[in-house]
């Protein structure tokens, strides 16, 4: 998983509560990003990082916050769970051969009831 | 109308087949285009690249764009069991910051 990890993998969480995904990277990669992925939709970008500090919208921002402090950890945040973000979620990295390809990491399975 | 379609199958071959995945798009900016293949609860991984048009192999893969028919495919020769999987097609244009996926597409390769 081209040197990604993602925690916890696995959550469930009630309505209403804040829910906080990271996403650790170590090989230094400038880019990161992160996805939802759901039955019928694909793989949609929530938001991305280009540096630290450094953030931008994606395709379903709505919801979501993104933080990152540090070049290896990318924090993805959901204020106030709702039962539509429950979703499998991906965290992505631009590899830095020129071709821009992403790399994926294992994923983390979120259930909010 | 999304930006990327994909048949979301299932398809379902015999092993030794050839496959034939497609995606089609309608964003004429779209210059490079990847393949990603996606075992059951994993993370997506890259299996093909290609830049505009014309076709690459690697092993029994082959991957072609068709760019004036906005139509990519990747193929799968003697295909086995262990290539059972979901495949995603993805792109992007010259600015590069983002892809856009399609839906993906469940093969299941029978023994």
């Known amino acids: 998983d081209a040197g990604i990890t993602q925690s916890p993998r696995h959550k469930v969480t009630e309505t209403g509560t804040p829910v906080t995904l990271r996403c650790h990277q170590t090989?230094?990669?400038?880019?990161m990003y992160w996805y939802r992925q759901d039955p019928g939709h694909g793989l949609r970008l929530i938001h991305y990082?280009?540096?630290?500090?450094?953030?931008d919208k994606g395709e379903v921002s709505d919801g979501y916050s993104v933080s990152r402090s540090k070049t290896e950890d990318f924090l993805l945040t959901l204020e106030s769970a709702t039962s539509s973000q429950t979703s499998v979620y991906f965290c992505?990295?631009?590899?830095?051969?020129?071709?821009?390809?992403?790399?994926f990491g294992p994923g983390t399975r979120l259930t909010v009831l | 109308q999304k930006e990327v379609e994909q048949d979301p199958g299932p398809l379902s071959v015999p092993e030794g087949a050839i496959v034939s995945l497609n995606c089609t798009y309608s964003?004429?900016?779209?210059?490079?285009f990847m393949w990603y293949r996606q075992y059951s609860r994993k993370g997506p991984e890259l299996l093909m690249y290609?830049?505009?048009?014309g076709n690459k192999e690697d092993g029994r893969f082959t991957a072609q764009v068709d760019k004036s028919s906005k139509y990519i495919s990747l193929f799968i020769r003697d295909s086995q069991p262990s290539d059972s999987a979901t495949y995603l097609c993805?792109?992007?244009?010259?600015?590069?910051?983002?892809?856009?996926f399609g839906g993906g597409t469940r093969l299941m390769v029978k023994p």
């Open positions: 290609t830049y505009s048009s």
């Open positions: 964003n004429s900016a779209f210059q490079y």
């Open positions: 993805a792109m992007r244009d010259n600015a590069g910051n983002m892809l856009t």
């Open positions: 992505a990295i631009r590899g830095t051969s020129g071709n821009n390809e992403q790399f």
């Open positions: 990082s280009y540096g630290v500090k450094d953030t």
């Open positions: 090989e230094n990669h400038r880019y």
